[in-house]
């Protein structure tokens, strides 16, 4: 087991990583990632993408990695993403306006660890960002946190 130390080391340090990028976010994508070590992979619909680096995440992707494997995603309203080995997140909605910051944000945590970072959908009110788990889901604004779901093998 992750102690939880551990776990918030290796998230800011993917939050580091998330700062010094400066890709640049199309607007019919939600995010890009920007760090990868190991087994990553987007399930869109029906497709296994392979995870790389600038590769595009768009609402309804699965985002999954692998034993020892980690991914770090920068999403257009620059909220940071970080999913820890043995992780299964769906973006199950996202929508970002830069013109004035509206939008909502929504996931949901299969499996695994998850470290966030809210970007500008955080900081205004009425938006809504939220998170799901197997048994909770969570509201949340202009924060950090750390998710982690058990699975009972």
């Known amino acids: 087991m992750v102690s939880y130390m551990q776990l918030k080391a290796g998230v800011v340090s993917v939050a580091l990583g998330l700062l010094c990028h400066g890709a640049a976010l199309a607007q019919s994508n939600a995010g890009v990632i920007t760090n990868l070590d190991g087994d ?12 790389k680096l600038n590769a595009n995440v768009v609402g309804l992707d699965r985002i ?10 920068l999403m257009a309203d620059k909220t940071r993403l970080a999913l820890g080995e043995n ?14 910051n509206d939008g909502g944000f929504a996931l949901k945590v299969f499996k695994g660890t998850l470290g966030a970072v809210t970007g500008l959908l955080g900081t205004k009110s009425g938006n809504q960002l939220e998170v799901a788990t197997p048994t909770t889901t969570a509201g949340i604004r202009g924060t950090e946190f750390v998710v982690e779901v058990q699975q009972n093998d």
């Open 64 to 73: 999954v990695t692998g034993k020892g494997s980690s991914v770090g995603i």
């Open 40 to 51: 990553v992979r987007i399930e869109r619909g029906q497709e296994k993408i392979p995870g």
């Open 87 to 100: 992780s299964s997140v769906l973006i199950a909605k996202y929508s970002f306006n830069p013109t004035n």
